[in-house]
């Protein structure tokens, strides 16, 4: 009865019934395999034929027509089977892949080594977010793009190559945009300017490298001695371009706290950092330094002979070829000076307060009292403003002694200014300004005695205070000199033995410049005049006359011809 159901045919012999029936059991493994849709009933006609020795081709299966094939009953969890037969596991051709940039794994086996029929992906969104721009440049996909044009390629289906909008299958995307550009579009426009290449410094025949720092040696057109005697000259030239700043000092042999000035700025500077370049020449009157005096070796102040000249007197060409040698090298001038006679004086800045460039200059000295001069004719610095140079006189201090905090002072002020041309990069900030007097006057003595001063240097006085005495060793009479006026004590006599009309007391009037143009005239006259002499009596001793110095060459260079020209008194 099993026999006969499993085969469906009674009639048939039972030795091709086991046959059929071992068949059967061979191939349940197979079936067991096999999907509901795939499981059909197999006619036993189509079992007893011999077709089923031959493997069936890969694209089809045989469908039996026998009308007496009874269909094998489904069971209860089998749906209906379909009526298009299926194909055989073995037969079931892969689907066709759809071509995309990369390369798909190969379809999951099962167990027995037959394929498992790819299930259906879930489709995505057919369009293509924006990305948002990025900062760093986008690498190129690894793989390579399917010539085939295939919507997977662009609507995200899986392994499909991702690109940018706007771009080319297989094209490198263009350099990400930098951050700057996004935030403000005319930055790529902005182009960095190019530095100016700064030069050797010339001077006195001799190049220095910027950055560096150097001792040159300048000549005098004469000699006392009938041999050439090198003056030395300190140059510091800056790696940056910038101004040249020109520092002087002992124009007057026996004013010591300049060379200690000059030495100390220029030895503190690091030519590295320096943006333009500074000239010093420590000691110009190396003849009266050697000797301790405030002249030159034929008693003539040389600081009454600039410009100079190259056919003048002794004084005359020493000041033509140091003015015309270095000095026309400068954009700025800092002549340093003490006081004369056994006078001290405040430290302040001296200059022609009716020129800009002038008062820009006195600007950079810091806590240092500023006075209006024009300066005396033949000096240093009346020459050089005369061509167009700005240029001061930095007094501190008494002739014949070093004086540390003069010096400290004066130092601390050179490089002040420094800072205010901009040419080194330290800032320093030194308390405030001091005042500006536009008028000062010399206050002098009218008996002969000692002097024993009152009141200390850089004293404010007011209007009839007792500055000093001056007693008379013999008779014992005392004369006692007044502030004609509220003022401050800017220079000073120090205590010795004086003769009538000696120069005791520098007062500085600190007025504004409404009140100097609302001013008696007389008064003001006077006052200037009065400063000029003292000015001139502070370079020269009472009972020496100076010859002025002139341009033009004199018609004949003899003694005879010089001697009447020296005699006039100024």
């Known amino acids: 009865m099993i026999l006969t159901r499993a085969t469906g045919c009674p009639s048939m012999p039972l030795h091709l019934r086991l046959s059929l029936l071992f068949l059967l059991l061979l191939s349940a493994p197979l079936r067991a395999n096999e999907t509901a849709d795939e499981r059909v009933a197999t006619p036993v006609g189509a079992i007893a034929s011999p077709a089923p020795v031959v493997p069936p081709p890969p694209d089809s299966r045989p469908v039996t027509s026998d009308p007496t094939t009874t269909p094998r009953p489904p069971s209860a969890n089998t749906p209906e089977p379909s009526t298009t037969p299926s194909p055989s596991p073995r037969a079931t051709p892969l689907p066709e892949p759809l071509p995309v940039a990369t390369v798909d794994a190969p379809p999951s086996e099962s167990p027995t080594g037959f394929p498992v029929p790819p299930t259906s992906p879930t489709p995505r969104p057919t369009t293509t977010p924006r990305p948002a721009p990025s900062l760093t440049p986008v690498p190129p996909p690894a793989v390579t793009q399917s010539p085939s044009s295939s919507p997977a390629a662009t609507t995200g289906a899986p392994g499909a190559e991702t690109r940018l909008p706007g771009t080319v299958s297989g094209e490198v995307p263009p350099e990400p945009t930098p951050i700057h550009a996004l935030t403000d579009p005319d930055t790529s426009a902005v182009v960095a300017p190019t530095p100016e290449p700064v030069l050797p410094f010339t001077l006195l025949d001799t190049e220095v490298p910027p950055g560096n720092r150097r001792r040159l040696s300048w000549y005098a057109s004469d000699s006392f001695t009938g041999l050439a005697e090198p003056t030395p000259v300190l140059i510091a030239h800056g790696s940056r371009p910038g101004p040249v700043l020109c520092l002087t000092a002992a124009i007057h042999g026996d004013e010591v706290n300049g060379i200690e000035m000059v030495r100390r700025v220029l030895y503190g500077i690091d030519p590295e950092e320096l943006t333009g370049t500074v000239i010093g020449v420590p000691i110009v009157n190396l003849q009266g330094y050697r000797q301790g005096s405030r002249y030159l070796p034929d008693r003539r102040d040389l600081n009454r002979h600039f410009p100079g000249h190259a056919r003048g ?29 056994h006078r001290t004086n405040l430290p302040q800045v001296r200059g022609d307060l009716g020129i800009d460039s002038v008062v820009h200059l006195t600007k950079g000295f810091g806590a240092t009292a500023v006075l209006s001069s024009q300066g005396p004719p033949g000096s240093l610095r009346r020459a050089a403003t005369d061509i167009g ?148 009596s502070d370079l020269a001793p009472p009972d020496m006359e100076v010859a002025p110095e002139t341009d033009a060459p004199p018609a004949d260079v003899g003694d005879s011809a010089l001697s009447d020209e020296e005699e006039r008194p100024d």
């Open 313 to 341: 007197s002794a004084a005359a060409r020493i000041a033509h070829s140091l003015f015309n040698g270095i000095i026309r090298r400068c954009d700025a001038l800092v002549d340093l000076h003490t006081g004369s006679f």
């Open 389 to 536: 140079i700005p240029a001061i006189t930095l007094e501190a201090g008494e002739p014949m002694r070093f004086q540390s905090e003069e010096v400290d002072h004066g130092v601390r002020a050179l490089r002040s200014l420094l800072n205010h041309l901009k040419m080194v990069p330290r800032f320093r900030l030194w308390g405030e300004p001091q005042p500006i007097y536009y008028e000062s006057v010399w206050l002098r003595v009218n008996d002969g005695g000692i002097l024993t001063s009152l009141v200390p240097l850089g004293a404010r006085v007011i209007k009839d205070q007792v500055l000093g005495e001056v007693t008379d060793p013999i008779t014992n009479r005392r004369n006692e000199i007044r502030a004609p006026f509220d003022g401050r004590v800017l220079g000073m006599a120090l205590n010795q033995s004086v003769i009538p009309g000696f120069a005791a007391y520098h007062v500085g009037i600190q007025r504004s410049e409404e009140e100097l143009a609302t001013a008696d005239p007389a008064e003001s006259t006077e006052s200037d005049a009065a400063a000029d002499d003292t000015e001139q």
